[in-house]
């Protein structure tokens, strides 16, 4: 099985940058994905590491260290609008995916 | 491109009916799942399919059934509602293979009373 654990609410304001945790244990890792979910709507993927280290798409970055079962999402120059809850997710196999409980990102002005 | 589609987006059932969620996805994806989503829980995996004619148990499958009718459809139903399953329902789909991004329906409220 597996298990993610990741904060369950960060703040900040706008402009600054946050970091968003995520560790996990699985028997059977096949990379680790982030999603963004607005109040009400549907999650939307927003990257993935297989391999170690950063991988930056604009103003968000993800991070992973498969040794230490751990990464993470930057998000930089908040604005308001990333007002929204982050989940993290783990790949198991070619099939499954499972979700951490989310982060609420709380932007304020 | 509609993507993912599910249906009813809304819907009250008394406990102890019936009813099934519908899914269709037009990307061609051979893996698809069904999530619940309850405050401070997360995506819960209920069942997923791998591809066309295979189906698995996820995380919380009891008092669920699924059936993978075609590659572009998966359901999902509900045989006795319990006030338990008052929840969001998604229903996603993905290609197979490691490095693939998961598309969402925009999710079905479902309330037992």
């Known amino acids: 099985g597996q298990s993610l654990e990741q904060p369950s609410e960060v703040t900040a304001v706008e402009g600054a940058i946050v970091q968003i945790n995520c560790t996990y244990q699985t028997s059977g890792f096949y990379g680790l994905s982030w999603y963004q979910q607005h109040d009400g709507g549907a999650p939307t993927f927003l990257s993935y590491n297989g391999l170690d280290g950063l991988e930056e798409t604009g103003r968000f970055s993800s991070f992973l260290s498969r040794s230490d079962s751990y990464g993470y999402l930057l998000l930089q120059e908040l604005q308001m609008k990333d007002s929204a809850s982050y989940f993290c997710?783990?790949?198991?196999?070619?099939?499954?995916?499972?979700f951490g409980k989310g982060t609420m990102l709380l932007v304020s002005p | 491109n509609a993507g993912v589609t599910q249906t009813p987006k809304f819907q009250v059932l008394k406990t102890g009916q019936s009813m099934t969620l519908q899914c269709a996805q037009d990307m061609n994806h051979n893996s698809m799942y069904w999530y619940r989503q309850d405050p401070g829980m997360g995506l819960r995996l209920i069942y997923y399919?791998?591809?066309?004619?295979?189906?698995d148990k996820g995380e919380v499958p009891n008092g669920y059934n699924v059936s993978r009718l075609n590659k572009r459809e998966f359901s999902l139903r509900l045989e006795s509602a319990a006030p338990s399953q008052t929840s969001v329902y998604f229903c996603?789909?993905?290609?197979?293979?490691?490095?693939?991004?998961?598309?969402f329906g925009q999710g079905t409220r479902l309330t037992v009373v």
């Open positions: 996603a789909s993905r290609e197979a293979g490691v490095n693939t991004e998961a598309f």
């Open positions: 997710a783990v790949g198991e196999g070619y099939s499954t995916l499972t």
């Open positions: 399919s791998a591809s066309e004619g295979t189906t």
